[in-house]
T-cell receptor, first 111, second 112 residues
């Protein structure tokens, strides 16, 4: 089945540590997106990529980094510079003219 | 500017209709979406409407779009307990990088 997969489902970060969230899709979609969700708020865009080897900052990119070396993969690194990383992270992908499809999310917490 | 507003909470009885409302600011938006999120899960696309349409019906779901007032609504007929979730309204602005602008989400509580 085609789909978009995020892993792990739960992740814990120690102080000063970088962690990487995985997002893989086999839908052959060109564009991929990372969102952050906090309780009582809508989703906010962190980074997005419309083609391989290219990506743009979203509204809250500080403290995060991404790469897009392959069409099917768009990993997100939460760096130690992100002082409030506890949130639910959602990855999405899209083909032009169609709605975004979302993964099941990764919940990141601080130890 | 780009902004989407929703009420935060709605409670209905099982079998009643639910109406979730949304307002947006970007009149050039091309598509408007409704997503459903169950606890601990990702977002599931429920339905969407193109900006040149007034209404779209899909089984128990009816979407109404009033472009003049920039108002979007989602009506769920015969609401069931399985409809309890958070519902997000979202728009794609005309800049069309595919970036979605989301509302805060409306928590729908369905009482038996």
């Amino acid at each position: 089945d085609g789909g978009i997969t995020q892993s792990p489902k739960y992740l814990f970060r120690k102080e000063g540590q970088n962690v990487t969230l995985s997002c893989e899709q086999n839908l052959n979609h060109d564009a991929m997106y990372w969102y952050r969700q906090d309780p009582g708020q809508g989703l906010r865009l962190i980074y997005y990529s419309q083609i391989v080897n290219d990506f743009q900052k979203g509204d809250i990119a500080e403290g995060y980094s991404v790469s897009r070396e392959k069409k099917e993969s768009f990993p997100l690194t939460v760096t130690s510079a992100q002082k409030n990383p506890t949130a639910f992270y959602l990855c999405a992908c899209r083909v032009l003219g169609q709605p975004q499809h979302f993964g099941d999310g990764t919940r990141l917490s601080i130890l | 500017g780009e902004d989407v507003e929703q009420s935060l909470f709605l409670s209905v009885r099982e079998g009643d209709s639910s109406v979730i409302n949304c307002t947006y600011t970007d009149s050039s938006s091309t598509y408007l979406y409704w997503y459903k999120q169950e606890p601990g899960a990702g977002l599931q696309l429920l339905t969407y409407i193109f900006s040149n349409m007034d209404m779209k019906q899909d089984q128990r779901l009816t979407v109404l779009l009033n472009k003049k007032d920039k108002h979007l609504s989602l009506r769920i007929a015969d609401t069931q307990t399985g409809d309890s979730a958070i519902y997000f309204c979202a728009e794609i602005p005309a800049s069309n990088t595919g970036k979605l602008i989301f509302g805060q989400g409306t928590t729908l509580q369905v009482k038996p």
